[in-house]
């Protein structure tokens, strides 16, 4: 019976090396926790407040640079346009309204995430979908760049010795944030949560006291004013476009919770769409609050000091709460990254079903998490912190591009969804979803009309990249899935005989133990031992041994003039025509001992490793590693030969 041979002889690890990892597999462990049953997948999903720390940081942490962007765009027309901070925020609020509705929307009519990708794919196309899912990966990629290096930036301008380790501090908090990940997003958030919570109450008690009460509004502001001296009136169209365009990078991560939805507790739609609705009440109410207070105390653009700085500096002194509240935007802002932990692997996984991605980035790892797609966005992520030295600057003109270039595609298919589903009250929805679209649309077009030179050139260029690979990546699968036959029966299976070649290097009982897998995997076996010139003695010694042994088996032996056992096995594998020899396939197994320690390991030739390289190429031929515990070969001991030498020591 050949099935639980096989089985045994392609095994790629023991059932001991399960059991006992060695150190670092061991140390991985600790970091990433113990592997989780399917049946356990609760505890990495996520609760709706839950989901603020691990889909919402992006969204929330927009608030210490969308209202800057704001107020540095109206700067440069003088002291007069800083007046239009208010409505100009106003109308982002509104369009973030628009999105918020719509985002819960597309988690009721797309509860297995994708969110901008998976309306694209089922109302706009196939091209439509894959122009939104390369936009939502350079999306997140930056997100995660921009996050950290903003983050950095806050730490190092706080302590300025640290300037120099800019890049090794990027790189340092990223795999943090890749191991906290690996180990479920719900650890992640629980994780995240007491900043998350110290950021938000924090920022609203800012806010509400500078509403109300401010504690010190005249305070002298350090830093040189960069508003313009002289106004520019009147203030052009362009300018507000500008500034609404700018602001509008407040927004960015707004869809990720649509995109994350398999990653929330069931009811997962319920639970999602309740964090979509907190977020959208506490982003709103944060940017209102914080233009008020911009207006209220005449904030400017100031070298030195970022605007919400300024904000709180006024609303509660530089004391006590001015520097937790300071803190907790600094981590918040590095943490931000984990929005698109949460998102991208989601996505990636959907990608790779509709084969747009190797098929790999849909497999779960041991934590019950897309760890590959986490692997790649650490990546790529990585490298790019890496290019761009840790700046924030060299970031800032990419951001907030590929998302809205999402949100257009999102709205626009859910006026389509509508369209055909035809709802109860389906006109207003869809209308509401069009004017979302023209909105994001022309903050798109802004967008690249003025940030094209400074940057957003890449992303142009990136994004069409993207898509070439997923239609080659999507032709790769369709010419395999021709060959494979996919949909159609196959013929019968075709039973043909087996050769078995087994290198050996003596007569003990490692050969025993192999020689009984081989005899139950193939119809033939022949094993090949190779000898060097200078080791006549040898040679003889062995085919004695081999004689009196006599274990049916044939023994052919191979004579070197170079030191190399790897060379003379594939010599004779390169020769042997098994056609003519009325083989169907051969089977190379390779016998790999497994010692009880694992530096122990070094001890042996790793003549496995060499030969299994060297033929993983050849198609005719199946290379089988069969490890074997020193406990197994404590079993039956074979006859002793009658004047047989040591125990080789070539293992």
């Avoid at 407040?250 to 639970?271: C, D, H, S, Y």
């Avoid at 981590?331 to 790779?352: D, I, K, M, W, Y």
């Avoid at 509709?354 to 897309?370: E, Q």
Wanted: include cysteine; charge should be positive; aromatic fraction near 6%.
């Amino acid at each position: 019976m050949r099935g639980p041979a096989v089985a045994a002889a392609v095994s790629a690890d023991s059932a001991s090396e399960v059991h006992r990892p060695g150190p670092l597999a061991a140390t991985w462990r600790v970091l990433i926790g113990r592997p989780l049953k399917s049946s356990e997948a609760r505890h990495g999903e996520i609760t709706p407040i839950e989901g603020l720390p691990a889909l919402s940081l992006d969204a929330l942490t927009s608030v210490a640079y969308g209202p800057e962007a704001i107020v540095l765009v109206l700067g440069t027309a003088g002291v007069a346009a800083l007046h239009l901070v208010l409505p100009i925020t106003i109308a982002i609020v509104a369009l973030l309204a628009l999105l918020v509705i719509s985002y819960r929307q597309v988690i009721d009519g797309y509860p297995h995430g994708g969110g901008a990708y998976a309306v694209s794919r089922a109302n706009l196309g196939r091209g439509a979908s894959q122009v939104a899912a390369a936009s939502l990966v350079v999306d997140y990629t930056l997100t995660v760049a921009v996050s950290i290096a903003a983050g950095i930036a806050a730490l190092t301008s706080a302590f300025p010795s640290l300037s120099g380790a800019t890049v090794p501090l990027c790189l340092a908090e990223l795999a943090l944030l890749t191991v906290l990940n690996l180990r479920g997003l719900g650890e992640t958030a629980r994780a995240f949560l007491l900043p998350t919570f110290v950021f938000i109450v924090g920022l609203l008690a800012v806010i509400a006291i500078g509403i109300i009460h401010p504690l010190d509004p005249h305070l002298a502001q350090s830093g040189t004013s960069q508003t313009a001296t002289v106004n520019l009136a009147p203030v052009g169209v362009l300018l507000v476009l500008k500034a609404f365009s700018a602001g509008c990078s407040a927004l960015t991560g707004v869809e990720a919770i649509a995109n994350g939805v398999p990653l929330f507790r069931k009811p997962r739609q319920a639970r999602a769409k309740q964090t979509e609705l907190l977020l959208g009440v506490l982003l709103g109410v944060m940017l209102l609050g914080l233009a008020v207070l911009v207006r209220k105390f005449h904030v400017g653009p100031r070298t030195g000091q970022t605007v919400l700085s300024q904000v709180m500096a006024y609303s509660v002194g530089r004391g006590l709460v001015y520097y937790i509240v300071s803190i907790a935007i600094t981590v918040v802002l590095g943490l931000a990254a984990n929005t698109s932990f949460g998102g991208l692997p989601v996505l990636a996984s959907l990608l790779s079903r509709d084969h747009y991605l190797p098929h790999v980035f849909a497999l779960r790892g041991d934590r019950l998490v897309f760890s590959k797609g986490i692997w790649a966005l650490a990546a790529a992520a990585g490298v790019l912190l890496v290019v761009v030295r840790g700046n924030t600057n060299s970031l800032i003109p990419l951001f907030a591009i590929g998302v809205f270039i999402g949100f257009t595609l999102a709205q626009t298919g859910m006026v389509l969804h509508w369209r055909s589903d035809r709802p109860t009250h389906w006109r207003r929805k869809a209308a509401l979803n069009g004017v979302g679209a023209v909105v994001t649309a022309g903050a798109t077009v802004v967008f690249l009309f003025t940030k094209f030179t400074e940057g957003a050139w890449v992303v142009v260029v990136i994004i069409p990249l993207l898509i070439l690979m997923f239609h080659r990546i999507r032709a790769y699968y369709g010419r395999l899935g021709e060959v494979l036959g996919l949909g159609s029966i196959p013929p019968a299976p075709h039973t043909g005989r087996v050769l078995v070649i087994v290198p050996v290097n003596g007569v003990n009982r490692l050969t025993s133990f192999v020689m009984s897998e081989a005899l139950s995997v193939g119809d033939d076996v022949i094993a090949l031992a190779v000898t060097f010139s200078e080791e006549a003695d040898r040679e003889a010694e062995l085919e004695r041994g081999w004689a009196a042994w006599d274990p049916g088996v044939r023994l052919v032996t191979l004579r070197s003039q170079y030191h190399s056992v790897a060379r003379p096995i594939l010599r004779f594998i390169n020769a042997f025509e098994h056609r003519e020899h009325g083989y169907d396939h051969i089977i190379v197994l390779i016998p790999v001992i497994q010692p009880d320690k694992w530096y122990q390991r070094i001890f042996h030739n790793q003549l496995d490793l060499v030969l299994s390289a060297a033929l993983r190429d050849r198609p005719e031929l199946a290379v089988a590693r069969l490890p074997v515990t020193v406990e197994q070969l404590r079993g039956t001991a074979p006859r002793p030969v009658p004047g047989s030498p040591a125990p080789p020591t070539r293992t």
